[in-house]
């Protein structure tokens, strides 16, 4: 089966499956300076009403610019940070707000790989324990079998098995993060949430994992949530795409669909910016002007009315809703770019 086939059995799938994992207008806030008195003391708005679903067997990109609440969401959606509003759902049970006895079997079926996988092992001890670890912790398997288990874990990844009695500190970066691969797969999980995983790689390497990544997806019928900013590696791996600016969605759908005729013009303004002139020779470099706003004031009305060349009054006072479209996908605009045809300052 061809890939294309493949991604189109998928999607014919997902439109009948029930989502594996599901947010529901989840919000994440974090509180500082001065609280002396109810009302006082700022808040960052990280994430701010959320709602999307995870299909089993997709990969869902997540891009945006940084500091536009993409980590923050995916710690979320593995519950390593507290939910402030909204709910989050994993195979039709609520997840969000329940204490960690109940969240011990979701722990186990979805897993994080992190950015940096230097700082994410610990230095100190052997490859061998940090793999051994979440088996024991979760009695995964009988203490007969780990060793049998840590071995299937390193060929899963590409390293030899002689590897495990070595510390982080004897691998490169590529061979590190294979590692932190192997930890996730150690639990056994349906979902893998991976937090730009590349991007603290050489382009070569790069390739390599992102190849594992397909590999793993497909051998072990894995569906991942992949957050990064190099939209043209987000594109070769997802099967869909969110897109987030300031801490909400504000455009998601099929990738060939968003890549092909994006209808938010951030979504516009970010796949201006691939270095890949011959994919698309029509599209004109989007150039954003001023800075990102900050979570702790976002502006009223559309959040990116600030640098759209197309904001008008309502996008300064109303805030749109993630709606549906025709295609199949959702945007949150006022005048999305597939429906109306428009010039700067209109």
């Known amino acids: 089966m061809t890939d294309a086939a493949v991604l189109a059995a998928r999607s014919q799938a997902e439109s009948s499956a029930p989502p594996l994992l599901e947010a529901r207008h989840l919000s994440k806030r974090y509180h500082f300076g001065k609280r002396l008195l109810p009302g006082s003391g700022k808040i960052v708005h990280a994430v701010d009403d959320v709602s999307l679903a995870v299909f089993p067997g997709e990969t869902l990109g997540l891009v945006g610019e940084s500091g536009c609440g993409k980590s923050t969401l995916g ?15 994993f195979e039709g049970r609520e997840i969000g707000h329940v204490g960690a006895r109940q969240l011990k079997p979701y722990r186990r079926k979805v897993q994080m790989i992190f950015q940096d996988p230097s700082g994410s092992l610990n230095p100190r001890r052997r490859v061998a324990d940090i ?20 071995r299937e874990l390193m060929d899963l990844v590409g390293l030899p098995p002689g590897y495990l009695d070595r510390y ?24 893998i949430v991976a937090d730009e995983p590349v991007s603290a790689l050489d382009v070569s390497v790069q390739a390599q994992i992102v190849n594992l990544f397909a590999d793993l997806r497909d051998q072990l019928a894995l569906t991942y949530v992949f957050i990064a900013h190099d939209l043209a590696v987000v594109r070769q791996v997802s099967t869909r795409i969110a897109v987030m600016y300031l801490g909400s969605i504000v455009e998601l759908g099929s990738t060939d669909t968003v890549y092909g005729r994006p209808a938010h013009p ?45 904001a008008d009054d309502r996008c300064r006072t109303e805030r ?27």
């Open 168 to 191: 982080p500190h004897e691998f490169s970066g590529g061979q590190r993060q294979r590692i932190g691969i192997a930890r996730a797969l150690a639990m056994e999980p349906q979902l």
């Open 75 to 89: 710690r979320c959606l593995t519950r390593l940070y507290e939910i402030s509003e909204g709910e989050l759902l």
């Open 131 to 150: 793999l051994a670890q979440p088996l024991r912790v979760h009695g995964i398997r009988p203490r007969a079998e780990i060793d049998d288990r840590l």
């Open 320 to 346: 749109p809703l993630l709606r549906p479209l025709d295609d199949g996908r959702s945007v949150a605009c006022h005048y999305p770019r597939t429906e109306v045809s428009r010039t700067a300052g209109t």
């Open 266 to 310: 951030y979504t516009e303004a970010l796949l201006s910016a691939i270095p890949e002139p011959h994919a698309r020779q029509q599209c004109e470099r989007i150039v954003l002007q001023g800075d990102l706003p900050s979570p702790i004031s976002p502006p009223p009305g559309c959040r990116f009315h600030t640098r759209c060349p197309f």
